[in-house]
């Protein structure tokens, strides 16, 4: 930096305030020499030393849950794209719905300088959090409703979304529905799409899939005997992640299940991939993205001191 003012015959205080971006406080000839020296110079700050001085990274932990979701990485690209318009980067770890690998994660994550963390636990506990991450600790959670005021929280309307996609179909008659989900009490997510279902159709059979291991032929036999069970009702398939309508819908539409309109699918789903392949069915967006931005504008807060009005931001789904 000092040889970078010596060329432009300016201090390194003004040099400084360029790297920062503070261009007002300087005339656009001594900008373009300072400029013109980094130029020819070759001169990149150096980001450690930056840090010491700053104590800041710029950095922020995203956790997610499992980057196999299509939420996930819609998630990631609502948090990335508000920190980097904002001159933050976000760094992404994946848990893979792993509680013992989640807490060695967050060990690592707290080990460096982050200046926070955006965080979507495995889990609705709060066992690892409590174990890992320290109470001063800047952090967003997304996507699981905690029982803590300690950080705010971005949450979707699980329960009442189910619960109206669910009202919708028993209007056209489906009386029986067979819900696709992951391991349901371990999330609060999951239990509350489920009760919401529960509320509107008593008539429903759970079929539990592993986020790590599954057999895609037994399973999908497992719902075609259900559909067969239930013959003489009106069946609705609910895929509480969109990870299972695209694994297990597709089969269904190629043997014919949803050509006599006896039955019929839908679910949690924030891409387009399962409206092209089933274009005909209702189905629930979160809007990942939104709740990213919405996370990361949080953090922001969190790092700025200012005051954050409500604590657990509701993004009502489609």
Do not use: C
């Not at 020296?37 to 930056?50: F, H």
């Not at 950080?151 to 329960?159: A, G, I, R």
């Amino acid at each position: 930096m000092k040889d970078v003012a010596r060329l432009a015959g300016v201090s390194t205080t003004t040099v400084s305030r360029y790297l920062n971006g503070s261009l007002s406080k300087m005339s656009t000839e001594t900008a373009n020499r300072i400029k013109d020296a980094i130029a020819k110079l070759n001169y990149t700050p150096n980001a450690a030393a930056r840090q010491m001085v700053t104590h800041s990274s710029k950095m922020i932990a995203v956790m997610v849950a499992n980057i196999d979701d299509y939420f996930s990485t819609e998630l990631f690209k609502g948090i990335s794209s508000f920190l980097e318009a904002n001159g933050y980067i976000a760094v992404l770890f994946d848990s893979n719905a792993s509680l013992d690998k989640e807490k060695n994660v967050l060990k690592t994550i707290t080990s460096y300088n982050f200046d926070g963390i955006i965080f979507q636990p495995t889990s609705s506990s709060m066992e690892n959090i409590n174990s890992e991450v320290s109470f001063d600790t800047p952090m967003v959670i997304v996507d699981r409703d905690l029982d803590t005021t300690r950080w705010p929280q971005v949450l979707t309307d699980n329960y009442q979304s189910a619960r109206n996609a669910s009202l919708a179909f028993k209007k056209q008659g489906y009386e029986h529905v067979i819900v696709l989900t992951s391991k349901i009490d371990s999330v609060s997510t999951r239990r509350e799409r489920y009760l919401g279902i529960r509320s509107a159709v008593q008539n429903t059979d759970i079929i539990e899939i592993s986020e790590e291991t599954y057999n895609q032929k037994k399973i999908s036999q497992q719902i075609e005997r259900l559909l067969h069970k239930y013959d003489n009702k009106k069946t609705l398939i609910f895929a509480l992640k969109e990870r299972w309508f695209l694994e297990f819908i597709p089969p269904l539409i190629s043997k014919g299940y949803f050509n006599s309109g006896e039955v019929a699918a839908t679910g949690f789903a924030d891409t387009s991939t399962a409206r092209a392949i089933s274009p005909h069915s209702k189905l629930i967006n979160q809007n990942p993205f939104l709740m990213g931005g919405i996370s990361a504008e949080l953090m922001l807060k969190l790092l700025r001191n200012e005051k954050i009005k409500e604590k657990r931001v509701i993004v009502p789904a489609k």
